[in-house]
């Protein structure tokens, strides 16, 4: 099964750029790259996806490797909001028309006031 | 309305107990998830129904049984579970089949204690 690989931990200072990077090393054509992110006592919250392109949205940008091999997670300008574990996840295809988000072991930000 | 919502928020059973937790969402989505996440870990995947039918069983104990009466609700019944089964328990939703190409929404979860 394709796999992602996150550093356990990060820091940031408020008000800076976060970058979050992930490794996908074996993943395949048809494999979405997803990205989430769990605040303590909650449930996960959606951030951003793609498939090859860079993406944009309000929450953060994505950067895909050309080889596709690695992505970032840009946070623009890091909040103690955004002080989360964000998990890197691929779809995986598990059969019968069926696809599967498997969570792996996440990046816990912290952000420094 | 854009939310997953899962009831109850909190449950403690004992084992020789039925249960049920019960998740909504009124968005349209076609695929609806049951994850179990223990402290300090990720989320783990037990079921995925797709257009009302069960897609995926990740081998989950039968004391877990999932129940999708339409394509709002998505239930999932409990019975003679064990200390070990305490977690959070989270549902989730997708606008497609299952088939990825939408981001998930989560509800907040219920967290399940078993005494």
């Known amino acids: 099964d394709a796999k992602t690989t996150q550093p356990n931990s990060m820091e940031s200072n408020e008000e800076e750029p976060v970058h979050l990077p992930c490794n996908h090393s074996t993943i395949s054509g048809t494999d979405y790259i997803h990205w989430y992110r769990q605040l303590p006592s909650q449930g996960p919250e959606y951030v951003i996806h793609?498939?090859?392109s860079n993406v944009n949205n309000r929450m953060a940008s994505l950067a895909i490797a050309e080889d596709r091999k690695s992505s970032t997670l840009i946070l623009h300008r890091a909040t103690l909001r955004d002080a989360a574990v964000y998990y890197c996840i691929l779809r995986l295809y598990s059969g019968a028309g069926s696809y599967q988000l498997t969570f792996g072991k996440g990046t816990k930000l912290s952000v420094i006031p | 309305d854009t939310e997953v919502t899962q009831t109850p928020k909190h449950l403690v059973m004992g084992m020789t107990n039925k249960k049920s937790l019960k998740c909504e969402q009124h968005?349209?989505?076609?695929?609806m998830y049951w994850y179990k996440q223990k402290a300090k870990k990720p989320p783990e995947l037990m079921f995925v129904y797709s257009y009302e039918k069960l897609s995926i069983n990740e081998s989950v104990p039968s004391r877990f049984s999932p129940e999708c009466p339409n394509s709002s609700l998505l239930n999932l019944h409990l019975h003679a579970l064990q200390p070990e089964d305490s977690a959070l328990y989270l549902c989730?939703?997708?606008?497609?089949?299952?088939?990825?190409?939408?981001?998930?929404?989560f509800g907040s979860g219920t967290r399940l204690t078993v005494v």
């Open positions: 793609g498939l090859t």
């Open positions: 968005m349209g989505h076609r695929a």
């Open positions: 989730a939703s997708s606008q497609d089949g299952g088939q990825g190409y939408y981001g998930y929404t």
